[in-house]
């Protein structure tokens, strides 16, 4: 556990949070934001898991988005929900952050999924072990925070490994 954050008035944690988190350990703040259906599931019946939410849920999400220098999704959730892993609002944002997706997707549908420029890059780490080397090496980039956005494999693998 990296630590408890200190929360802004807006509920964002502050910059001196990830900023303390990364001096002490050289690693990103790591957040796991994750949204669920009154019945507890992270989907719908039909399998629907894009919008379960509302917008001033997805406001806050732009709000995260920001303030997090990495974003990561699962790769079932990137084949499904296909988001763009981008901030919104505003529009012009100056700094998108960095695309990560948890798993192994072919090439050609990791472009397909995520078109343009912007660098994607997929990790995979298992153990604990390997997710230690993964946020020291993204700490070393100068990734400050990471969001790590759904996918219930993704979630459950990084609150296992004690990296959330």
Known sequence: MLGRAMKSMSGVPTSCTWATVRMRTGRPYVLLKMAMTLDGKIATASGESRWITGPAARKRVQKLRQWCDAIMVGGETARLDRPGLIV???????CQPLKLIYGRLPEAELKALFPGPCAVRQVAPQTPEEWL???????????????????????????AAGAV
Not at 88 to 94: G, H, K, L, V, Y
Not at 134 to 148: F, R, V
């Open 88 to 94: 919104r609002e505003p529009a012009d944002w100056p």
């Open 133 to 159: 080397a993964m946020l020291q090496t993204l700490g070393g980039e100068g990734i400050g925070a990471l969001l790590l956005e759904g996918g219930g494999e993704l979630a459950g693998r990084a609150l």
